[in-house]
């Protein structure tokens, strides 16, 4: 089962709103990453956690706080946002070789 | 120069066609290498993935390493309208954890 779940599928948020994003995979990989992507352009790294520690963190601005529970699940919270953060959040789990996304989520802020 | 090119296309190709996608990069410490294709509004499906040169075969879709002029390929044969999407090189040097540089994605459209 080569399967990252995903929720939600879409999202609407206002600017002061408080929201948070799931992952989940069941791989048994102990690395797990938060990627933002805009339109038409490659998915870009924001977080990496590895065996649930926090392992990379791409100058992100603090309204976004990575989460890791367990090695399967992984969360985003998500605070304050502005517009421009509006894009779709991909979750992805790791391998030695490789990296699996899931189906994302479409985040909107108004 | 980036770090990963990737023609952005679009490729236009008839039903049928064989597809040659490609990406070059700079960094020869990269070891692992991934292609991925990603539909519209859709998450990055890993087609293939290999470690330093060669060539590795999964139906209809081959990809090929060749590190010495540090170029990736990804052959499509057969293609079909169900193909067109966007294809993305993705390629990194770590272990344990990667951080993947993508290219820029090429966009594939197959006609029937």
């Known amino acids: 089962d080569t399967e990252v779940t995903q929720t939600p599928k879409h999202l609407v948020m206002g600017m002061t709103n408080k929201k948070s994003l799931k992952c989940e995979q069941h791989m048994g990989h102990r690395a797990m990453y938060w990627y933002k992507q805009k339109a038409k352009k490659p998915p870009e790294l924001m977080f990496v956690y590895s065996y649930e520690k926090l392992s990379i963190n791409e100058s992100v601005p603090s309204r976004f706080s990575p989460e890791c529970p367990n090695s399967s699940l992984l969360n985003l919270h998500l605070h304050a946002l502005q517009p421009e953060d509006s894009a779709l959040y991909l979750c992805?789990?790791?391998?030695?070789?490789?990296?699996?996304f899931g189906p994302g989520t479409r985040l909107t802020v108004t | 120069q980036k770090e990963v090119e990737q023609d952005p296309g679009p490729l236009s190709v008839p039903e049928g066609a064989i597809v040659s996608l490609n990406c070059t990069y700079s960094n020869s410490a990269f070891q692992y290498f991934m292609w991925y294709r990603q539909y519209s509004r859709k998450g990055p499906e890993l087609l293939m993935y290999t470690y330093s040169s060669g060539n590795k075969e999964d139906g209809r879709f081959t990809a090929q390493v060749d590190k010495s002029s540090k170029y990736i390929s990804l052959f499509i044969r057969d293609s079909q309208p169900s193909d067109s999407a966007t294809y993305l090189c993705a390629m990194s040097q770590n272990t344990g954890f990667q951080k993947l540089v993508f290219g820029t994605g090429t966009r594939l459209l197959v006609s029937p």
């Open positions: 992805a789990s790791g391998g030695v070789y490789e990296q699996y």
